[in-house]
């Protein structure tokens, strides 16, 4: 579906759609193709994804986009999931109550209480050894809190009580892209590991995750120099990549 609107917004190009199938699937289309970092909206999306092709409940009013960095050079997309992790945090931040409880959960989640709020999804198109496009996927919960799911939810209208406008959350969020785009220019990926985990679960918190479909509890114990995620299990650090926090 072509863009309802199109605009340029601090250097950055933006496509605002009615309906998509999904925001990721539509921005890699020829058509969207741009020398700026470009962002693509949809008003609703029919098959949106999370992280591991989980579904992403797309209800009207929430906001669902993605998003092609064209001026940010990196070597592994994990870093970017790190970078966007701190990029949403602060931008649902600048709209909560200053002692609301909002966290990253790892690797991709963000709750405020136990409640999620955001979800990230990070994708690349490589050529050889060569990382030649990056992407990514962002949903938050402006307006509606989607219910009938395993895991609980919540919104920016039941967590404030000022309006909220989508144009307001993208304008933080192109604000603090560009921000930390230009921090990360400036400093190694420790310092953005470092960052993140002030945004995420206090070291030391207790916590349980699958591994095999068999429940593992163990205690955080931050981010390793490679991004892996340290977890303490039986006195014994182990890392991890690829796993999921359940609680």
């Not at 969207?32 to 797309?58: D, E, F, H, I, P």
């Not at 209208?157 to 000022?162: A, F, G, H, V």
Request: charged share 25%.
């Amino acid at each position: 579906m072509r863009a309802s609107n199109s605009l340029k917004l601090n250097d950055w190009q933006l496509f605002i759609l009615k309906k998509v199938t999904s925001t990721m699937d539509e921005i890699k289309k020829e058509c969207y193709k741009s020398n700026l970092n470009t962002l693509l909206m949809a008003y609703t999306q029919t098959t949106g994804r999370g992280r591991n092709n989980n579904t992403w409940v797309s209800n009207l009013g929430n906001l669902f986009l993605s998003i092609k960095l064209n001026t940010l050079k990196i070597s592994n997309p994990l870093i970017l999931n790190y970078i966007t992790g701190i990029v949403v945090y602060d931008t649902i931040k600048f709209f909560l109550e200053k002692n609301t409880n909002l966290y990253i959960k790892w690797p991709n989640d963000l709750l405020i209480n136990k409640k999620k709020i955001a979800g990230i999804l990070i994708d690349s198109i490589s050529r050889g050894n060569k990382i030649c496009e990056l992407y990514v996927g962002i949903g938050i919960n402006a307006k509606i809190a989607p219910a009938h799911l395993d895991y609980e939810t919540t919104c920016l209208k039941d967590e404030n009580t000022i309006t909220i406008s989508r144009k307001k959350v993208l304008r933080k969020l192109i604000f603090y892209f560009n921000y930390w785009e230009n921090v990360f220019k400036n400093n190694n990926f420790l310092y953005i590991a470092n960052c993140w985990m002030k945004r995420s679960l206090p070291i030391d918190s207790k916590i349980s995750f699958k591994d095999n479909k068999k429940i593992i509890n163990g205690i955080y114990k931050g981010i390793s120099e490679t991004g892996s995620i340290r977890i303490l299990i039986d006195n014994k650090e182990c890392n991890f990549f690829n796993l999921e926090i359940i609680a």
